[in-house]
């Protein structure tokens, strides 16, 4: 089945300090997306992106399909990025099936 | 922005006892999903479904039913409660973008304690 595996499983960083988040699946995704889970439990999507590069704000999504990987660059951290980042693939086309990676639970202190 | 609206928002079930979860979406979104998320974990697919009327299995289906009456409404319902089935359950839906992107929106979760 889709496996996906993320990394690291936890990070701590100064505010102000870059952040690389890596997600890799063990078959070829049709469908990617980088979620963000608030302390509270809210999530939302971050980004579409099944390949190539997308930005938006401080946040840059990187996918490259034949290597299976894709990253989550952040940017000059803020508190506010504090909570859990979790990559999910579909490689079934018309089928919507995302399976979601553990996660990488980034707490960043001031 | 889509709105997807879970209830309740927490509860307690006793073990063996019927548990219904709802959710409601108002974009009129074809797909609707629930995840079950276990403490330290990622989302698993529980069920989904991509029309009213019809419910497809997802991951890990055993032990939940769902029930989509209407395009908006999406239940899942635990028929025997079991102390297993303790997690936090979100529901999401999804649209389909001019590219076949798509994005989730999520609703903001049911906490379940089983006892």
């Known amino acids: 089945g889709q496996q996906v595996q993320q990394s690291p499983a936890s990070l701590v960083l100064q505010e102000g300090e870059n952040a690389e988040l890596q997600c890799n699946f063990s078959?070829?995704?049709?469908?990617l997306q980088w979620f963000y889970q608030h302390p509270g439990g809210r999530l939302v999507s971050l980004f579409y992106n099944p390949s190539g590069t997308k930005h938006t704000g401080r946040l840059t999504s990187t996918t490259v399909t034949n290597e299976r990987r894709s990253s989550l660059h952040i940017s000059s951290s803020q508190t506010t990025d504090s909570g859990t980042y979790f990559c999910a693939i579909d490689r079934r086309s018309g089928n919507y099936k995302y399976v979601f990676g553990a996660g990488t639970r980034l707490k960043v202190i001031a | 922005e889509a709105a997807v609206t879970q209830s309740p928002r927490s509860k307690v079930a006793v073990t063996g006892g019927k548990v219904t979860l709802s959710c409601h979406q108002t974009n009129n979104h074809d797909y609707m999903y629930w995840y079950r998320q276990d403490t330290g974990h990622g989302l698993r697919l529980i069920h989904y479904s991509y029309v009213a009327d019809s419910t497809e299995k997802g991951d890990i289906p055993d032990g939940y039913k769902a029930s989509r009456p209407s395009q908006e409404n999406f239940s899942l319902i635990l028929e025997l409660a079991s102390l297993s089935q303790t997690a936090v359950y979100f529901c999401?839906?999804?649209?389909?973008?001019?590219?076949?992107?798509?994005?989730?929106?999520f609703g903001s979760g049911t906490r379940l304690t089983v006892l």
């Open positions: 999401a839906s999804s649209d389909l973008g001019p590219r076949g992107a798509e994005t989730l929106y």
């Open positions: 078959s070829t995704a049709t469908r």
